[in-house]
């Protein structure tokens, strides 16, 4: 070589894993004259999917989800980095919000009156080197509760909606006297 310089561009697999790698070259010309040399590289990992371990579908108020981040490199591996979970309700509004790590598992606890609907759940990782962020937002659904509480103070009898919805069914109270018997019924709502 005139100048003893030689450059090549080694372009890398989208999907080569972590850590370190060795690039080793080997050089020959037609007079028997050779040489090698070798580097080492560090492949730093890149999030390029994330998504979400769901226990349940379909829940009541006051029941448990658990919810688990799973997030994986460019060759598919297992990363662990931190994520940012929110909860959304049926009506878009943001319940609950918490930063955790990948793979942590997390119970959250739907509220006694939350609404009925689709509920979401989103997942966020931002890396904080490039400023790139992939994110995943899956669905549950919360079902409609109806059920009436009720207590009797003194002479009164209190009745409270503990559902998730206005409570419509008809209502029936059963009396009962000293010699009689009887019932009261008042219609919906």
């Known amino acids: ?13 989208s999907s080569l894993s972590s850590g370190q790698h060795v690039i080793s070259v080997h ?25 979400h371990i769901l226990s349940l579908s379909v829940l009541r108020p006051q029941e448990q989800i658990t919810l688990e981040t799973e997030l994986f490199d460019q060759a598919g591996e297992p ?11 049926g009506d878009h509004r943001l319940v609950s919000k918490r930063e955790l790590s990948a793979w942590e598992p997390i119970t959250y606890q739907i509220p006694q009156f939350a609404s009925p609907g689709l509920w979401s759940v989103q997942s ?22 109806q059920r009436i509480e009720s207590s009797i103070v003194g002479e009164r009898l209190f009745l409270k909606n503990m559902g998730n919805v206005p409570y419509t069914d008809d209502l029936e ?9 009887y019932l009261i019924t008042k219609t919906k709502n």
């Open 1 to 13: 070589l005139a100048d003893s310089q030689y450059t090549e561009d080694v372009v890398l697999s």
């Open 124 to 145: 966020t990782h931002a890396d904080g080197g490039t400023g790139e962020e992939i994110t995943v937002t899956d669905t549950f659904t919360i079902s409609e509760v």
């Open 173 to 181: 109270i059963q009396v009962t006297g000293v010699d009689q018997e």
């Open 27 to 51: 050089v020959a010309d037609p007079y028997g004259n050779e040489g090698s040399a070798s580097v080492t590289i560090e492949v730093q990992p890149v999030a390029t999917v994330i998504q």
């Open 79 to 89: 990363m662990d980095a931190s994520v940012t979970l929110e909860v959304f309700d």
